[in-house]
């Protein structure tokens, strides 16, 4: 039987619910045991009130039972307590030996639980229902003779006394276990709050840690592309076919692209995403002036999306620098006018590049360069059309984000 009582083992994560199930629990106990006592005291003063009392302590078993095997506090709650409210409310109607003294407190007892463990929702509804009885009872039923005599015997004053001091002595266990978890409360709210400084420290130190760590990592793979590019434009002049250099060139201008993007993550804040406005401006600046080209040109670039991810950037920068790359090979003849625009499009990017120059022959359809266009694209699951007339070249591209 004692392990009946043992208070149980829950699986709440949240403080309130821990709280409210520990004083439902305590309550259920407490009422059970004093109710069962009063019970078998009362068989000798009134059996009409023992009856009452082993109902209630019945009651409030039952209630640790449920408790039990479900951890249903809310609704245990409810139940005992509209139940105890109950009879204390019908006592007036059936019991007429001995005076309404308790009766009221047990009734201011009962709201203050469920007030407490349940919610203002079902604290007002159980204050309609007493009120409801209590304007039946006075109104109907309280000038109704009853047959107490006084003086009143030992035993049942010192049944009321015994009853009153259980019901002064719930209200203050009640009210002590309510304070009790109270602080519990707190205190497990200040600790949790320790915690999670401590645990936002040490993220905050370690993501620190990281963003230097990958701002290295940036800056020596930006230092060593540049070393491969220094190499190759070294290399470049000691061939004598003009046809290899211009081969060695947009290799350059490849492994310069990759360079920039390491450069930019390397001045970035935000490490995961790109300024591409930015960044492809300065990367169209770069090709024109390493270009060969003795034009003007003039670049556009509108970028509605302001950042792109790190794994989007890489194939993305290299086909705009193909595009960028062929235009300055292939198209221009007097003055030059490059357009980029890149747009959201829902999970994916809309790319648009427009030059004012018809491609020369060269720019075939199997060219390496064009071939590498549509590698990219497929890299970056997209599709391409372009349109090339006496007024230029228009490319218009819709390239998935590999960030998603």
């Known amino acids: 039987m004692s392990n009946i009582f043992k208070f149980p083992e829950t699986n709440f ?122 304007v039946i009872y006075i109104w109907f039923f309280l000038n109704i003779p009853r047959s107490v005599t006084y003086p009143l015997t030992s035993l049942q004053l010192g049944s009321i006394i015994a009853e009153f001091l259980l019901c002064i002595s719930v209200i203050g266990y009640f009210l002590c276990n309510s304070i009790h978890s109270t602080e519990f409360i707190e205190n497990r709210y200040m600790e949790a709050n320790d915690e999670l400084s401590i645990q936002n420290k040490m993220i905050v130190s370690q993501n620190e840690e990281k963003t230097v760590l990958l701002q290295e990592i940036h800056h020596r793979v930006k230092n060593n592309l540049q070393v491969i590019t220094s190499l190759l434009r070294l290399q470049s002049n000691e061939l004598p076919s003009n046809e290899d250099r211009i081969h060695f060139e947009d290799a350059i201008n490849r492994v310069m692209t990759m360079s920039l993007i390491h450069q930019k993550m390397y001045q970035a804040e935000n490490l995961a995403e790109l300024d591409i406005s930015d960044y492809f401006s300065t990367l169209v600046d770069e090709l024109i002036r390493s270009s060969s080209v003795q034009i003007p040109v003039e670049k556009i670039v509108n970028a509605e999306v302001k950042h792109i991810g790190s794994s989007s950037i890489v194939p993305l920068a290299l086909l705009i620098s193909e595009l960028v790359s062929n235009s300055l090979k292939h198209a221009f003849k007097d003055f030059g006018r490059i357009f980029i625009g890149i747009y959201d499009k829902d999970d994916s990017l809309e790319l648009v590049y427009i030059d004012n120059g018809k491609w020369k022959e060269v720019a075939s359809d199997n060219s390496f360069g064009l071939q590498l266009i549509e590698m990219l694209t497929e890299q970056m699951d997209g599709k391409a059309e372009r349109i090339s007339d006496i007024s230029g070249t228009r490319y218009s591209f819709l390239l998935k984000r590999l960030d998603n």
């Not at 409210?20 to 006592?37: E, P």
């Not at 009452?52 to 019945?58: D, V, W």
Request: aromatic share 20%; proline share 2%.
């Open 13 to 134: 994560t949240n403080f309130y619910d821990i709280a409210r199930f520990s004083v439902a629990w305590k309550i259920m106990v407490y009422m059970s045991i004093a109710l069962s006592v009063f019970g078998i005291f009362s068989l000798f003063v009134s059996k009409l009130n023992a009856l009452q009392y082993f109902i209630g302590a019945a009651v409030f078993f039952g209630g640790i039972l449920y408790l039990r095997s479900s951890f249903n506090y809310k609704l245990v709650s409810i139940v005992v307590a509209f139940s105890a409210a109950f009879l204390i409310l019908i006592s007036p109607f059936i019991v007429h030996d001995v005076p309404l003294i308790i009766e009221p407190i047990w009734l201011i007892t009962i709201l203050i639980f469920v007030y407490y463990n349940v919610g203002m929702k079902w604290g007002n509804i159980l204050l309609t229902f007493i009120t409801v009885f209590g």
